[in-house]
């Protein structure tokens, strides 16, 4: 199957920095990925959608000036968590569908990068 | 916006009984995908139904699309120790890509 990569896995950071998060899709081109938010026993929250080329497409009530998103290429889309407070303390995943080798949709998940804001 | 809902939120069983898992969308999905989740991983593809009625089996795991494809389920028989995790669904209502997650049912098993 298809692989993607999340880097970090982890990172703590203090409140008001800026946290950059990578994901990769490895073996295949992704024009499209999405980020997830996670909480503790919780679903997946969808974030945005990353469209390689253009402008990530929001959900209501994500705020895109505080999660930063850019698609520079077929492979890399990176979620930049600006002036980071504890409360956006959370597990964030990717996922990307390989459109290339399953017509069904089928999304790869990246393996979710876990911040925590002092 | 689009919800989806699904029960139970936690169910613990005995090892070798059966287990199902229900998905309530909000409106008509064009699929609807499962997903299971490790403790500590990420989620990881287990199928996609696309068709009304629709009913596939994965060895101990069954899948079932509504006929109005609007509700889903997944029943594992026989539930085993490695069947542990929290299962989610996740429905589309268009050809994005976009999925809505399920709150997900979270599996223990007791040997």
């Known amino acids: 199957g298809a692989v993607v990569s999340q880097h970090p896995s982890r990172v703590i950071c203090k409140s008001g920095t800026s946290v950059k998060i990578e994901c990769r899709s490895l073996d295949f081109q992704a024009t499209t990925m999405f980020w997830y938010r996670q909480f503790p026993k919780k679903s997946l929250m969808l974030m945005a959608t990353?469209?390689?080329?253009?402008?990530?497409?929001?959900e209501q009530g994500v705020e895109k000036d505080k999660f930063l998103i850019n698609h520079a290429s077929l492979t890399l889309s990176t979620l930049t968590v600006t002036s980071a407070h504890p409360e956006d303390s959370s597990f964030y995943i990717c996922?990307?569908?390989?459109?290339?080798?399953?017509?069904?949709?089928?999304?790869?998940f990246g393996p979710g990068t876990r911040l925590t804001v002092l | 916006g689009q919800q989806v809902m699904q029960i139970p939120q936690y169910q613990h069983v005995q090892e070798g009984e059966d287990f199902t898992t229900y998905c309530n969308s909000s409106?008509?999905?064009?699929?609807i995908q499962w997903y299971k989740q490790r403790p500590g991983g990420h989620p990881v593809f287990l199928i996609q139904?696309?068709?009304?009625?629709e009913v596939k089996k994965q060895k101990r795991l069954t899948f079932q699309f509504g006929e109005a494809k609007k509700n889903s389920s997944l029943h594992i028989t026989a539930t085993q120790t490695t069947d542990v995790g929290t299962y989610f669904c996740?429905?589309?209502?268009?050809?994005?890509?976009?999925?809505?997650f399920g709150q997900g049912t979270t599996l223990q098993v007791k040997p």
């Open positions: 990353s469209n390689e080329g253009s402008k990530a497409t929001y």
């Open positions: 996922s990307a569908p390989n459109l290339g080798t399953s017509h069904y949709n089928e999304q790869f």
């Open positions: 409106t008509t999905l064009s699929n």
């Open positions: 996740a429905g589309s209502s268009s050809n994005t890509g976009k999925l809505i």
């Open positions: 139904l696309v068709k009304s009625g």
